[in-house]
């Protein structure tokens, strides 16, 4: 063997004698790594079930366990008989997770189209809330609309229970209601007043969603739902429908701008109707205006006019001056120039009694009389039946009406007062004044509640508060301005105003306010109404003319649904005439309501 063969030989006996070593190290080091990475998987198991366990069940929870709102429903406002007047219906409002949605931005048309919105809008909309979890697409969906939507089986598409207002009478209650909002919250009328009683308080539940945001598992409740209290007022929805329907005849028939009628109950102060026109339906509140929404019986204020004659008569026999037969001074041929203004009547009525000023309307007699009253008696006497004060009727938005202070009076707006102008009321304040005198001169705060307890507070005393009742009563017998006003086997009592409206630099001589108010029956009232007909134009404008019908036909539907029985019923039962104490005949006002008949009277600022 040479010497290079046995090198060769050599050198690779040489590498068979070192593999063994070599392989053995190869195997350690292979486990070693090995064992160090077990190690590891086992301290991160230990850190991540162990050490760092309820930081990562946290953030697992912060993706799949979510806080729910659970909706409840408001509160269902009821007539004083049990009739709904609002309801809650369930309906589902659609919401999103952007971002899950663009990702399958292929099924954005089909979600667009079952939303019926454009489908390039939602899109643009979806990306620029790209960053948010939580998207409304469309709120209150009928749930069979919603579930159309569902079916769909977009991801990140999901819905929420929520619940809509529902008002049956729409427009004709739409005043005294007011409306809510899309969440839910009352803003207008009664159901902003008692918005924390009606609404209730939302609940909560924690919930497990998967990756599509289904909720798959109720976890637990976090807070327990408290529906919302239901509501029953003192509205009669029967006299409610009369009163707005009458209203609006009203308003057709003279072609007058706006109107309120407003019914009381004497003994306590309950509202049974309150119509106001233009109105709105609340169900569709977006087709509205502010001016249709308002509620003029509570916020627009008017000169009263002749109507406040019963009230001036209240003063003057409380000051021991006058009784109602008492002769009065000569009217002066129908004018009165006071400290250069002309204070007139329609006619020359000679010498009147204060009784002969109510049935008459004599500005002039209203005029003398006021002038013959110590001005704090007089003032009082009007402040105290509720001019210049809210009702406190507890409805938002009610106005003060205005009434200066009595030592700041100059003697001519002394005077004028006397016969309704210098001051400012709302229709619910002349109503309630007028239930004061038909109450025997006990005064009720005016509630919307049925039931509701308030202190009653004597205004006058019941002699003074019959013998104004008396008097009125003459306005609607023969010779009285408001002989339209009469229903047939009742006896009614009360007042028509003409008053002229403010303009600008004076009072316009074109446009007036048409009232009336009364109260039936007579001998022992049990309803009090007040109609109000803003700038009548056509065929008439006398408060006896325009208003009076009006109260007449809403109160003979009241008085039989309410089974009111006549002043008299034995005589009314024996087949003889209706007849008050003072001779008056009940009777039904005539049909025909031409310019030719119009009563006479006219209050001239």
């Not at 009727?393 to 309704?420: N, T």
């Amino acid at each position: 063997m040479s010497w290079r063969n046995r090198t060769a030989a050599s050198s690779a006996s040489g590498r068979r004698r070192g593999a063994g070593p070599s392989t053995r190290r190869r195997m350690v080091v292979v486990v070693g790594v090995l064992s160090l990475a077990s190690l590891g998987l086992v301290a991160r198991a230990f850190d991540l079930q162990v050490v760092r366990k309820q930081f990562y069940q946290d953030q697992g929870d912060a993706r799949f366990l979510r806080v729910m709102p659970i909706a409840v429903s408001r509160g269902t406002i009821f007539d004083r008989n049990g009739e709904p007047l609002a309801v809650s219906t369930p309906m589902m409002s659609i919401w999103a997770n952007p971002a899950e949605v663009l990702e399958n931005d292929d099924r954005i048309p089909a979600l667009a189209k079952s939303l019926g919105v454009d489908a390039a809008e939602l899109k643009d909309r979806l990306a620029q809330r790209a960053d948010r979890e939580f998207v409304y697409l469309r709120r209150q969906m009928p749930p069979e609309a919603a579930q159309a939507v569902l079916d769909l089986g977009i991801p990140g598409v999901n819905s929420q229970r929520e619940y809509r207002r529902y008002y049956p009478s729409g427009e004709v209650t739409a005043h005294v209601l007011g409306f809510t909002n899309i969440d839910d919250h009352g803003q207008e009328g009664l159901e902003l007043a008692y918005d924390d009683w009606l609404a209730g308080k939302p609940g909560a539940k924690r919930v497990i969603r998967d990756r599509m945001g289904h909720v798959v598992e109720d976890v637990e409740q976090v807070r327990e739902p408290k529906p919302g209290k239901n509501l029953t007022l003192s509205i009669d929805r029967r006299i409610q429908f009369l009163a707005y329907n009458e209203l609006k005849n009203a308003l057709v028939q003279f072609e007058a701008e706006s109107g309120s009628v407003v019914i009381l109950d004497a003994k306590t102060g309950e509202v049974l109707a309150m119509a106001n026109l233009p109105t709105y339906n609340p169900n569709a509140v977006r087709g509205s205006v502010p001016s249709q929404r308002r509620n003029r019986a509570m916020t627009d204020l008017l000169e009263p006019g002749s109507t406040i004659k019963p009230i001036l008569m209240t003063a003057a026999l409380s000051s021991g001056k006058f009784t109602p037969t008492s002769p009065l001074i000569d009217t002066g041929g129908g004018h009165w120039f006071f400290q250069g203004h002309d204070i007139h009547d329609t006619h020359n009525w000679g010498v009147l009694t204060p009784t002969g000023v109510i049935t008459k309307s004599s500005n002039v007699g209203a005029a003398h009389i006021a002038m013959q009253l110590d001005t704090p008696l007089m003032y009082d006497t009007y402040r105290a039946f509720g001019f210049g004060n809210s009702t406190n009727s507890g409805f938002p938005g009610e106005s003060a009406g205005l009434l200066r202070v009595g030592r700041d009076w100059r003697p001519l707006e002394k005077a004028i007062m006397g016969y309704g102008y210098g001051l400012n009321v709302t229709p619910l304040q002349l109503a309630n004044a007028y239930a004061t005198l038909a109450d025997g001169g006990v005064m009720h705060t005016p509630t919307f509640i049925k039931g509701a307890d308030s202190e009653p507070k004597a205004i006058v005393t019941p002699q003074i508060a019959a013998q104004v009742v008396k008097m009125m009563e003459t306005v609607t017998a023969p010779g009285g301005t408001a002989t339209t006003a009469q229903i047939a086997n009742y006896i009614v009592a009360g007042k028509t105003g003409t008053a002229h409206k403010a303009s600008a630099g004076g009072y316009s001589k074109n446009n007036y306010t048409a009232a009336f108010a009364g109260m039936v029956p007579a001998s022992d009232p049990r309803l009090v109404g007040v109609v109000i007909i803003d700038d009548p134009k056509k065929r008439s404008y006398y408060g006896g003319m325009v208003s009076g019908p009006v109260f007449a036909r809403v109160m003979e539907g009241a008085l039989r649904l309410l089974d009111v029985p006549p002043d008299n019923i034995g005589r009314w039962y024996a087949g003889g005439p209706l007849q008050s104490p003072n001779g008056l005949v009940g009777n039904k006002p005539p049909d025909d309501m031409s310019v030719d008949n119009e009563p006479i009277e006219d209050a001239t600022p």
